[in-house]
């Protein structure tokens, strides 16, 4: 089996400011919310997880595996998506005039700007830790958890799914939603 989920809410996603690769900490919510989904999904085994490096995926994981002998393993390769200069800005989402707004109306139109990732790069990278580690570990029979982020966990998604870049934020998980891929 391949699982993924998505991070617990911080103060950023409660603000609806733009994290990316700014690694901020679970808030309250947060935590409750890991918590609770540690308690939904108990009786759920997983041979490994494999975790963003970003404090709020690892404390995720680490409160929805607790008491369990899962290992969880860093990837780089799972690090949310780098939204550049544009990382701590507020209001992207409905703002025309901030250039990364593109990238959530019109992911199909969106360029990479102000050294913001590309939608490809991540996309390179996905299929990179999917093809190197999950596929392989899934072939084996092994439950394997990933424990990432908004946009990276819509690209793993989309890989699986085959979804086009015009519906890529089609595929974006709820906080702490446990998504069973394959």
């Known amino acids: ?26 808030n309250e919510e947060g935590v409750l919310v890991a918590q609770k989904a540690h308690d939904k999904y108990k009786e759920i085994e997983f041979d490994i997880c494999y975790c963003s490096p970003l404090i709020r995926a690892k404390k995720t994981a680490e409160i929805f595996l607790e008491g369990k002998d899962t290992p969880i393993v860093i990837d780089d390769r799972l690090k949310e998506m780098s939204f550049g200069e544009f990382e701590g800005s507020v209001g992207y989402f409905n703002n025309p005039e901030n250039p990364i707004s593109k990238l959530f109306t019109d992911p199909e139109s ?29 072939k084996e029979g092994k439950s394997v958890l990933i424990v990432c982020h908004g946009a990276l966990g819509c690209s793993i998604i989309s890989h699986i799914k085959n979804t086009p870049v015009s519906d890529f934020w089609d595929n974006l998980m709820g906080n702490c939603e446990l998504v069973k891929l394959l």
Do not use: C
């Open 1 to 26: 089996m391949l699982y993924i989920m998505r991070h617990g809410k911080t103060e950023w996603n409660k603000i609806e400011k733009l994290q990316g690769s700014v690694d901020i900490p679970l």
């Open 110 to 138: 969106y360029t990479s700007v102000g050294g913001s990732e590309s939608l490809d790069h991540l996309a390179e990278r996905t299929l990179s830790f999917l093809n190197e580690i999950a596929y392989p570990l899934h």
